[in-house]
């Protein structure tokens, strides 16, 4: 830790006083006209909060920070430091706990926490607390970790699926024994299903972003997102439903993820979503009403 006098504190950016998107960028927004930052850097200091903004002022140059930050609607924390403890004074609503400054990821530090931990953390986080988690989500650092990820819950979810599929047709009395030939090209298979899919995915919901104006940070941050929503592949543990359930609560993670981590509106994010499936229906329905056109000629 560094050494500070007994009158030096530091400011902790804490995010925006409500988590809504409208808050957000109106805090975007002041970060740019207030500090004379870029957007770009706005942004991140919004998704990496809490953060450490400015070290070693004074209390009355605290009382200032404190001042411009309220009234772009952002929260901070002001902490003073002595050589003997420290003492946070009041400026938010959100307590300030170690390790939450800056970007980061449970499963990309498994160096520290170990494997099984990691990838229990990250279920955790993904799963229950998913707006937090893709705020704080590195948009950068490479794509392998995210993929390992996606992989292990994704070859999971399939194996579980093709078992809960077996078990369903033993009980419908059309049980039918996979060969073991069968058993390998399933278990070569997936792994490259899930994979050529994740790539399939993310692109075509980053085309969509794009499209609606909401790609603000690039493809590897829309990757990760999608990569990382696989952890709501443990829902196929539920016998039978278990797939179906993970499908809605992937997208809806997605949703918030792609929000969080390209600092953009959620209506933006639906829309890129489902953007495919209004195609699709939009040319069904166009193909049903030209043959029922070209019948009714014929006719």
């Known amino acids: 830790m560094e050494n500070f006098d007994e009158n030096a504190y530091e400011i902790l950016f804490m995010g925006p006083a409500a988590d809504t998107a409208e808050e957000r960028e109106r805090v975007i927004q002041g970060l740019q006209a207030r500090f004379n930052i870029s957007r770009d ?25 404190v001042e411009a ?19 946070t004074r009041e400026s938010g609503t959100t307590p300030y706990r170690p390790g939450e400054e800056g970007e ?24 229950f607390s998913p707006a937090q988690f893709y705020r704080r989500m590195p948009t950068s650092g490479g794509l392998i970790n995210p993929l390992i990820f996606a992989l292990i819950l994704g070859v999971f979810g399939g194996v ?12 419908l009395g059309r049980f039918q024994e996979i060969a073991p030939t069968h058993l390998v090209g399933i278990t070569i298979a997936l792994p490259l299903i899930v ?44 016998p039978f439903i278990g797939s179906l359930i993970a499908f809605i609560y992937k997208l809806a993670i997605a949703i918030i993820g792609l929000r969080e981590s390209h600092g953009t509106g959620t209506g933006r ?26 019948l009714s000629e014929f006719l």
């Not at 980061?104 to 955790?124: I, S």
């Not at 579980?160 to 009980?171: A, D, K, N």
């Not at 050529?196 to 993310?202: A, D, P, Q, T």
């Not at 969509?208 to 941050?221: D, H, Q």
Request: overall charge positive.
């Open 41 to 65: 850097r706005a942004i991140r200091l919004v998704q990496r909060a809490p953060i450490v903004v400015k070290r070693g002022v004074t209390e009355k140059e605290s009382d200032r920070y």
């Open 69 to 87: 930050f309220h009234s772009i609607g952002a929260m901070v924390r002001v902490r003073q430091f002595s050589h003997f403890n420290d003492v």
């Open 104 to 127: 980061y990821c449970p499963w990309e530090d498994m160096e520290r926490l170990g494997f099984f931990q990691a990838f229990l953390t990250m279920l955790r986080e993904v799963l």
């Open 160 to 171: 579980l699926g093709l078992t809960w599929q077996q078990v369903f047709m033993l009980r």
């Open 195 to 238: 994979l050529v899919s994740l790539y399939i995915c993310s692109a075509i919901v980053h085309l969509c972003l794009t499209v609606v104006g909401g790609n603000r940070r690039g493809f590897e941050a829309t990757f990760r997102v999608i990569a990382y929503s696989a952890a709501t592949e443990i829902f196929s543990l539920i």
């Open 269 to 294: 994010v639906v829309l890129a979503v489902f953007l495919p499936f209004i195609i699709m229906v939009v040319f069904f329905v166009v193909l049903v009403i030209s043959l029922f056109y070209k």
